[in-house]
Structure formats: C-alpha cells, structure tokens
C-alpha cells in the first residue's frame, strides 16, 4: 500500500494557516480545524492542520525563552512571527478558560457529593453499641428492625418539629402581648398628660 506524501509547509502556507486559525479559533471548538484545512491551498486532513499549528506555536515559545536570556538584542519581526505570537495568546486564553471551567465543575461536583452525603446521613438512622446487641442476625429482620428504627427516629424528628413551632406560636403571642400593653401604656400616659393639661388651664383661668 502507498505511504500517502508527506506535505511540507512553506512560510506562506504557515501564514495561510495562522490566519485561519486566529479567524475561527479551533481551540475553543474543535470542528473548526476541519474547516480551515479546506481552506489552505494544499491536500492536508484536520490532523496534520492541527499538528502543524501546535508545532508553529511550540517553536514560537522556545524561540521567545530563548531570547528572554539575551540582553540588547534587536529582532525583525515578520507577519508569520507576529502572527504565531497571536497563536499563542489565543491558544493560552482558550486553555485557561478550560482549566477555570474544570475547576467549576469539579467544584460543583464535590459540593453535590457532599449535599448526597449529608442527606443519607440525615436519612440513615444512627446505630449505637446497644441498637447492634438488639439488632436481629437474619437479612429480612435487620431490613424490618432499620425500617422501623427509621420510623421512629422520624416521629421524634416530627414531634421536635411541632414542639419548635409550637414555641415559636408562644413565642409570637407574648410579643403580641407586651406590643398591645405598651400601646395601652401610651394611651394611658396621653390621657393622663391632657387631663393634666386641662387642668392646668382651667387653674389659669381663674
């Protein structure tokens, strides 16, 4: 079978290349490096487009650490160099948004792991040293003797429920209480301050 040929990229197909990859950003959706191999002006699958980007950007980052260490000297860029160094900026941007999105997500997943384990621990009746002495040997037993604990673990948790609202209904009552004798209160002062006012007229005008 014949090996297919190897397609060797000019500068002016890695320039073609790079300007389709910063147009459509196959980073972010991957169905786009088809697109931009039907768009270069030779026979090359998503894979090879793909390659040769990751290639470009590759030496593109060795060359700029490379010439970090070197102090004073001046370089010549050309579009294929400023056009990698978009490349990179873009492939970076889009590989963070990833990383941040993964974060998110397994962030979000612990947290329901943890609501899960926090609501069967709510629903699973505790079992102590004597509930174990109590607890039958045989399968469908145990099944009926949790069931049953689990009841009545749920009865107690109703029965603190009505208690509480029930403290709370008192509670409410007596705010109502000790408002409306403080209103009372009032009046009472109001009255008792305009008969005194009264008076003290009726006393000035004789």
Request: glycine share 2%; with cysteine; aromatic share 4%.
């Amino acid at each position: 079978m014949d090996r297919k040929k190897q397609v060797r990229f000019s500068d002016q197909n890695d320039i073609k290349l790079l300007r389709e990859v910063l147009s459509k950003n196959p980073f972010e959706e991957k169905s786009k490096w088809a697109e931009i191999a039907s768009k270069l002006p030779m026979d090359v699958d998503t894979r090879r487009v793909r390659e040769r980007t990751l290639l470009l950007i590759e030496q593109r980052r060795k060359h700029n650490k490379s010439s970090l260490k070197k102090s004073g000297v001046d370089e010549e860029y050309g579009e294929k160099e400023n056009l990698m160094d978009e490349a990179i900026d873009l492939f970076d941007e889009e590989e963070q948004k990833k990383k941040t999105l993964k974060t998110k997500a397994e962030k979000e997943e612990n947290i329901g792991k943890d609501i899960r384990k926090r609501a069967l621990e709510n629903l699973t009746p505790t079992t102590s040293d004597e509930d174990l002495r109590k607890m039958p040997k045989k399968g469908s037993a145990v099944v009926n003797y949790l069931k049953d604990k689990a009841e009545a673990e749920m009865a107690t948790k109703k029965e603190e429920i009505a208690l509480k609202k029930e403290e709370l209904k008192l509670e409410r009552d007596r705010f109502e209480i000790e408002r409306l004798e403080r209103l009372q209160r009032l009046e009472n002062e109001k009255r008792h301050n305009q008969m005194m006012m009264e008076l003290l007229a009726k006393c000035l005008k004789k």
